[in-house]
């Protein structure tokens, strides 16, 4: 994403990135249509599309927009990684979900993991009122937008068809009244491919797939991960130094997340011996 708003703007980038994965979505929908049989796939009642569109908004578009602007508006991504690790604390809450005590403490201590990994990364810097307030907007979306997905009964590829195309239509029609910028040249073509294919595509069927099986928890708090991860590309990739409290910061992420499952897999044997 970095490298594609080199050559872009970010308006231009998102609709590149919508606009594509709706193809994409459509290709694979067509796809497991052809080899399954299934006819119409891409057609729903009135009330789901309503739903999928309204998903859409929060997860394709607020939560995109807000996360350039809270960047546009000076907040460092360190920053921005912290206010969007309140995404796994945030989703039970708003999916009335019961985790417990011990449920929300391995929550938190995935949250303090996360700040400690990014304080030992350095990459704390500035922070604007303006910037933190679209962060925020940015994780309720988010949060928002997942329940809503766990709770949607939409074929995971048509619903994430129908989102990407709602995300194209509007940025689309903002599109002229936005800085459009854009270069043709390999490293917007690798990272609008990137997103259009394994993020917008691949990593959202995933995160669908996975909120159809799972509680919406149990999915939100592997969010604590994205974050951890990319500072370890960064040392592969980019040779970036990882400091000790980093190191220690992502112990913490990593005990917090198997905690977390383990609190959520008891719940599921104490719920099932209830149905019985």
């Not at 592969?236 to 917090?256: H, I, M, S």
Request: net charge positive; glycine share 8%.
């Amino acid at each position: 994403m970095k490298l594609g708003l080199e050559d872009a703007s970010a308006s231009v980038f998102l609709t590149v990135r919508s606009v594509g994965a709706s193809l994409a979505l459509m290709l694979v929908s067509l796809w497991i249509a052809r080899h399954q049989g299934l006819r119409a796939r891409l057609r729903m009642p009135k009330d789901l599309l309503i739903k999928a569109i309204a998903i859409g908004i929060l997860l394709q578009v607020a939560y995109q927009t807000t996360y350039f602007l809270a960047l546009d508006y000076q907040l460092t991504p360190g920053v921005l990684a912290i206010i969007l690790g309140l995404q796994p604390i945030l989703t039970p809450l708003f999916a009335n979900e019961k985790n417990g005590r011990l449920g929300y403490f391995y929550l938190i201590l995935g949250l303090a993991g996360l700040t400690i990994a990014v304080v030992g990364a350095r990459e704390l810097g500035a922070i604007t009122a303006a910037g933190v307030l679209c962060g925020l907007a940015s994780v309720i979306a988010i949060s928002a937008g997942s329940v809503m997905q766990k709770k949607c009964v939409i074929d995971p590829v048509t619903s994430a068809f129908y989102q990407a195309m709602t995300a194209s239509c509007i940025f689309l029609a903002v599109l002229p009244l936005t800085d459009v910028e854009l270069k043709i040249t390999p490293t917007f073509l690798a990272s609008a491919a990137w997103m259009v294919v394994v993020v917008s595509t691949l990593a959202t069927l995933l995160l669908f797939r996975m909120l159809a099986k799972h509680s919406a928890s149990k999915v939100g708090v592997l969010f604590y991960i994205t974050p951890v991860l990319t500072m370890l590309l960064d040392y592969l990739v980019f040779g970036n130094r990882v400091t000790w409290v980093t190191f220690a910061g992502a112990l913490l992420v990593v005990a917090a997340v198997k905690g977390f499952g383990r609190v959520q897999a008891a719940h599921a044997v104490v719920a099932s011996k209830v149905q019985e």
